[in-house]
Nanobody, 123 residues
């Protein structure tokens, strides 16, 4: 069973860069069965897809966040990471790492979720 666990700071200051890591167990991040990504949910709002990294290290980002977002991976530790630059109070949210199931080369929904981590941005 694939499990994901987020780690990182719960509080960042405005203008700083957020760095979160997702450690994956029960499966390899180099598998073609999943794409690994980040989703966030601000308080009282809906889910927002941020981006994904595929088995070959290729990435795809939300257009609205692309200029501030980087997703990378460490295959030796079976984990992937999110960096979100120039944090602002509106970036306060619960951040989830997720595994998107890949069928026929296309995303086919989220198969596994991390528990989520609340990140608060202080102004």
């Amino acid at each position: 069973q694939v499990q994901l666990l987020e780690s990182g700071p719960g509080l960042v200051n405005a203008s700083q860069t957020l760095s979160l890591t997702c450690t994956v167990s029960g499966g390899s991040i180099t598998t073609t069965y999943y794409r690994w990504g980040w989703i966030r949910q601000p308080p009282g709002k809906g889910l927002e897809w941020m981006g994904v990294i595929a088995y070959d290290g290729s990435t795809l980002y939300s257009p609205s966040l692309k200029s501030r977002t980087s997703i990378s991976r460490d295959t030796s530790k079976n984990r992937f990471s999110l960096q979100l630059r120039s944090m602002a109070p509106e970036d306060t949210a619960v951040y989830y790492c997720v595994a998107f199931l890949v069928l026929g080369g296309a995303n086919n929904g989220i198969d596994h979720w991390g528990k989520g981590t609340l990140v608060t941005v202080s102004s």
